[in-house]
């Protein structure tokens, strides 16, 4: 697939390099590009003697797509169709998003959401094609596809749907998350833009632990966290443990979060952002070896999509230390003081700072109690005492003839539910039956 990249700016000098990769990820092979500065024209986004431009690139180059850096509405992809020879299709950057999505989405919950932010996406396309109809125009030879006059009605029923079984998926996990957190395990999440290196921090934190050996109590952990140097290689969420003692944490890593991306493709993608914010500690995983501008730029982005609805304290991590010296560190930790006050600096590929991170995740999460319980011998007390193994960190089990006492350190939740359970056992002792 051949592509033209086309993009224009209000001011100042196109910058085309994120959508080439973007492209490039999708598997295009970006064979030109035209850029433009100046206010957008409603018609056709870009000026007309520029989109003539445009058509004589794609002649050139025989190119087969169009890529916008740029939001299109269905008019103005219906107007550049008919300057453009047949058959080139006109994308614009959310269409292409869409399309590496539907690439990367394996399981059903990511499907499902990639789904929902298509027919988001065509919904006021079928609104248009629906007017252009009734204007007697042919939307169909123009890029917008062909007229159905019901699929405006069907997008409506379909997204309705999905988010149905959406919210029964979403409810499943949110269970699954009250359980692992009442049985004493720490949620940490990873959040950060696309290719901040989140996926290497996860195997790094999680490399020396056998997964395996919880799949029965946690089916969705994930042996392997895919690292690659691409583009939403992590688009659904992937759960390891990591090796804190004597925490049982375990790490999530969820889709990047991306430039300029419109509420109905955030909102398709929402669910996944709730391993974020139902999280105990958020790490915030970004790029130093980006411009110090545009780290900034990012960071307030996440800190504005993570703050609407998080209430864990964050914790950024500069990632990718190798590739800066300590001077050029040391002077952009300065200039992000005050939106990462006191970061971890890591290098997860190379492993450098690693433990020191392990550390400051142990520091940040909800701190350990000491409890002593005298439970009563009965026929379940072993199995109170086992699950407290499990759960807790036990430092010493006294056997008495008639009382078994457990002095053990835990998080708040299995301290209640270790009481609770405590008694429930004197209440069963056959003295009270």
Not at 94 to 118: D, S
Request: proline share 4%; net charge negative.
């Amino acid at each position: 697939m051949r592509a033209i990249i086309a993009k224009r700016v209000d001011s100042g000098t196109p910058d085309t390099e994120e959508i080439i990769d973007l492209a490039e990820a999708a598997g295009y092979t970006v064979v030109g590009e035209v850029t433009q500065t100046r206010t957008a024209d409603p018609a056709l986004q870009l000026g007309e003697g520029k989109a003539e431009e445009l058509a004589t690139r794609v002649a050139e180059t025989d190119a087969t797509t169009v890529i916008f850096d740029n939001r299109l509405g269905p008019y103005q992809t219906y107007n550049l169709g008919r300057m453009l020879p047949e058959g080139v299709e006109v994308i614009d950057r959310f269409t292409l998003i869409l399309e590496i999505f539907g690439q990367r989405a394996q399981t059903r919950k990511a499907q499902l959401q990639v789904e929902l932010a298509e027919l988001r996406y065509e919904l006021p396309r079928a609104e248009a094609k629906t007017s252009l109809a009734k204007r007697d125009e042919h939307p169909g030879f123009m890029g917008l596809g062909e007229y159905d006059e019901s699929r405006e009605q069907d997008i409506k029923d379909q997204i309705s749907r999905i988010k149905d079984e959406l919210d029964r998926i979403e409810q499943t996990e949110q269970h699954r998350r009250e359980r692992r957190r009442d049985s004493g395990f720490d949620l940490v999440a990873l959040a950060g833009y696309t290719n901040a290196g989140k996926s290497t921090l996860l195997r790094r934190m999680s490399q020396d632990l056998d997964v395996d050996e919880n799949e029965d109590l946690h089916p969705d952990l994930d042996a392997t966290a895919e690292s690659q140097d691409k583009l939403f290689t992590t688009l659904g969420t992937t759960t390891r443990r990591a090796d804190i003692e004597p925490r049982d944490v375990l790490v999530t890593d969820t889709v990047g979060f991306i430039s300029d991306l419109p509420h109905w493709l955030v909102e398709s993608f929402k669910s996944t952002l709730d391993s974020v914010y139902r999280a105990d500690l958020v790490l915030l995983v970004v790029d130093v070896s980006e411009p110090v501008d545009e780290i900034h730029e990012k960071l307030v982005t996440c800190h504005d999509t993570l703050y609407e609805r998080n209430e864990a304290p964050i914790v950024t991590v500069l990632n990718k230390i190798d590739a800066v010296d300590e001077a050029e560190l040391a002077e952009k930790r300065e200039a992000l003081s005050s939106l990462a006050p006191n970061p971890v600096p890591v290098s997860a590929r190379e492993g450098t700072n690693v433990d020191a991170l392990l550390e400051r995740i142990d520091d940040e999460l909800p701190d350990w109690e000491e409890e002593r319980l005298l439970l009563p011998m009965t026929d379940d007390t072993m199995s109170v005492v086992s699950w407290l193994h499990d759960n807790a960190h036990v430092r010493d089990v006294t056997y008495g003839d008639e009382d078994v006492v457990v002095s053990f350190e835990a998080r708040p939740a299995v301290i209640s539910q270790a009481r609770s359970r405590a008694s429930e056992l004197r209440t069963t002792t056959p003295e009270s039956a």
